[in-house]
């Protein structure tokens, strides 16, 4: 079984690799709900430049994306065990440039 930084197990499901069994799981939650039609348009590991047109590309790549049905909202989604510190700048460049708030799935709820 492979580890990656921060000592989660990389797990593969379905043929789909994660970096966690965490996000494995919650990909699992996230079809069912697709499934039942309260998302839509489901997406994982979705790209977002945080620092267009600048010397060198800082990237954030969501674990998930969807759209809430009954909203109409699009849904950023993190899987999380840990908030870095390179996790909250790019957190923080996410609102600023994209506007965009994220969700933290996360273990801990002492979190925000």
Known sequence: MAYNKYSNHKVTE??????????ANRYKELKILLKAGQIGLLQRQVRYELNEGGTHSLTYIADFVYVD????????????????????KKKRLMKKIHGIIIFINRLYRDWE
């Not at 049905?69 to 909250?88: A, M």
């Open 14 to 23: 379905h043929g789909i690799k994660f970096d966690s069994k965490k996000e």
């Open 69 to 88: 049905v009954i909203t109409g909202k699009t849904i950023v989604e993190d899987t999380k065990g840990y908030k870095t510190k390179e996790y909250l």
